[in-house]
């Protein structure tokens, strides 16, 4: 069985300064890996996805993740980021054969002026 | 781009109500699926189908059925609403072909509140 932990729940930070949120999983399979995130009242949207290769991946609106193996994780990154980040980011998984998509509790990214 | 659309934005529905939220995707996806998300608890799945009329059970079906009747629409059906099941209700769709690799498209959610 597969599992995805979000070591925070709320992130706040100003604007331009740099973020990082944090995942682990735990899969005992290989898996895909995937951050989405929700803007208020809305669904989620693909921000970016780890398939294989290299471990650095790159997204949409600046962000960026690295796929750790030893570690079990997949941390999101943002160098600079603007009030219009401001959004709940989701760390997922899915194994290699399935269906299912596993998701975290979530992220709280809070941008302040 | 796909869209996912879901019929509802607000629903409110009062306790044993039968309630059905529909779904339609516009870009022949064979998957689709039903989450619930609640906060600290993150998307939880309820059910998913890879086909018309094949449907699997998720991690918390107790509550819930669906229906696929054609390849574009996928239905929830609650069968007697509860208050526990107040909650966002989030439909999506992916394809088959790319396997666990394929990224899913949402639609735009379901708040129901039971009473």
């Known amino acids: 069985a597969q599992s995805v932990t979000q070591l925070d729940s709320q992130v706040p930070v100003f604007e331009e300064a740099p973020v990082e949120l944090r995942c682990n999983y735990s899969s005992s399979v290989s898996v895909y890996l995937f951050w989405y995130v929700q803007y208020p009242n809305q669904g989620l949207q693909l921000l970016l996805k780890y398939l294989s290769g290299s471990t650095l991946v790159k997204g949409i609106n600046g962000f960026e993740a690295e796929f750790n193996k030893s570690q079990t994780s997949f941390h999101l990154r943002k160098p600079s980021v603007h009030i219009s980040d401001t959004a709940e980011y989701f760390c997922a998984v899915s194994d290699t054969g399935g269906f299912k998509t596993i998701f975290g509790a979530g992220t709280r990214l809070f941008v302040k002026a | 781009d796909v869209k996912v659309t879901q019929s509802s934005r607000y629903l409110v529905k009062r306790t044993g109500e039968k309630v059905f939220l529909e779904c339609v995707q516009d870009m022949d996806h064979e998957n689709m699926f039903w989450y619930r998300q609640d906060p600290g608890l993150g998307l939880r799945l309820i059910y998913f189908?890879?086909?018309?009329?094949?449907?699997e059970k998720g991690d918390i079906p107790e509550g819930y059925s669906v229906s696929r009747e054609k390849k574009e629409r996928f239905s929830l059906i609650l069968e007697s609403a509860s208050t526990n099941q107040t909650s966002m209700y989030l439909c999506a769709s992916s394809l088959r072909a790319m396997g666990g690799n394929s990224p899913l498209h949402f639609g735009n959610g379901t708040r129901l509140t039971v009473t």
């Open positions: 189908s890879y086909d018309v009329k094949m449907k």
